[in-house]
């Protein structure tokens, strides 16, 4: 069915490390992707966003990957820290331009940094 | 400061019961969500609203509704049909065509 999915539940990197959490969506008709950082007990937190007409967007330590032809999206995390350590969400937004967003969530990777 | 603010941040409620979990957002956005996570799990979206006085289903409105009489409110209900209420639900605001802002979310627990 339709659905964002993450390949991979956990990771655990080496705090200094590059971090990479990747994501594949199943609808080619989705037009916007967002990761969100969450936090135990906490809302999720916006971290970067790319809509489908780029491939690439980098932010602060983070860059954001899109991949049309696999229908593959990728965070990575430059120098990770151990304030890093949550869980990472990807989503999609299927919803028409200017119809607001209904975003479709993943099941989220956990990740942690070891000191 | 703009920001989304939902309370009570825990509540409990006794089987039967209905509750309703305050949202209220200051950052002027026209759209309001509200998502249920269940442990190790991701969002599942509730109720949304588009616009004051409008409101749509989402994907497990069942047991649940909102109300939308000003910008500012989306406050939801979680009803006795209900039949495993207990969760972490989420509210979030946008405007039409960006990116969801999250409040800090209500843990809620069935005795």
């Known amino acids: 069915g339709e659905s964002v999915g993450l390949h991979l539940p956990t990771l655990s990197v080496q705090e200094g490390d590059n971090s990479i959490i990747n994501c594949a969506y199943s609808?080619?008709?989705?037009?916007?992707f967002i990761w969100y950082k969450q936090e135990s007990g906490k809302g999720p937190q916006f971290i970067i966003d790319?809509?489908?007409?780029?491939d690439k967007r980098q932010g602060q330590r983070v860059t954001v990957l899109l991949n049309k032809t696999v229908k593959h999206l990728s965070l990575q995390i430059a120098a990770t820290q151990p304030g890093d350590s949550a869980v990472y969400f990807c989503?999609?937004?299927?919803?028409?331009?200017?119809?607001?967003?209904?975003?479709?969530f993943g099941q989220g990777t956990e990740l942690s940094v070891k000191p | 400061d703009g920001g989304i603010t939902q309370s009570p941040k825990y509540l409990f409620r006794k089987e039967g019961q209905n509750v309703t979990l305050s949202c209220e957002q200051n950052?002027?956005?026209?759209?309001m969500y509200w998502y249920r996570q269940d442990p190790g799990q991701g969002l599942r979206l509730i109720y949304y609203?588009?616009?004051?006085?409008?409101?749509q289903k989402g994907d497990i409105a069942e047991g649940y509704s909102v109300s939308r009489e000003k910008k500012e409110s989306f406050p939801l209900t979680v009803t006795s049909a209900q039949k495993n209420p207990t969760a972490f639900y989420l509210c979030?605001?946008?405007?039409?065509?960006?990116?969801?802002?999250f409040g800090p979310g209500t843990r809620l627990t069935v005795l």
């Open positions: 790319i809509r489908s007409n780029m």
């Open positions: 979030a605001s946008s405007i039409r065509s960006g990116w969801q802002f």
């Open positions: 609808n080619s008709a989705s037009d916007y």
């Open positions: 989503a999609e937004n299927r919803a028409p331009e200017g119809q607001g967003g209904k975003l479709i």
């Open positions: 609203s588009q616009i004051v006085n409008d409101f």
């Open positions: 950052l002027n956005h026209d759209a």
